[in-house]
Nanobody, 123 residues
Framework: QVQLVESGGGLVQPGGSLRLSCAASGSIFSISVMGWYRQAPGKQRELVATVSSGGRTNYVDSVKGRFTISRDNAKKTMDLQMNSLKPEDTAVYYC?????????????????WGQGTQVTVSS
């Protein structure tokens, strides 16, 4: 089983910064892609950014130039540095990881989610 735990959310004023972190644990063999998603009230969950094991990144247009995603493969962690935050960035942010883990002595694919962390941008 694979667990993801997020941290770093909170309340920040417009123009401020926050750093989210995600730590993966469990019988993980490898993680191919890690990503951050967010869900605002009344809206569908949307992709924010992803990073591959090789460091290739992808961002939704609305956060390009403001957010930076990074990961440490050895520590199985991922961060999201969020700068120049806007009220429309307010949402619950979820960590996601896709990879392979060991279960019952077999290698199996996993697609796991964290519990979410609230980010509120307001004056």
């Amino acid at each position: 089983q694979v667990q993801l735990v997020e941290s770093g959310g909170g309340l920040v004023q417009p123009g401020g910064s926050l750093r989210l972190s995600c730590a993966a644990s469990g019988s993980i063999f490898s993680i191919s892609v890690m990503g951050w998603y967010r869900q605002a009230p009344g809206k569908q969950r949307e992709l924010v950014a992803t990073v591959s094991s090789g460091g290739r990144t992808n961002y939704v247009d609305s956060v390009k130039g403001r957010f930076t995603i990074s990961r440490d493969n050895a520590k199985k962690t991922m961060d999201l540095q969020m700068n120049s935050l806007k009220p429309e960035d307010t949402a619950v942010y979820y960590c996601n990881a896709v990879g392979t883990h060991v279960s019952d002595s077999n290698y199996r694919r996993f697609d796991s989610w964290g519990q979410g962390t609230q980010v509120t941008v307001s004056s």
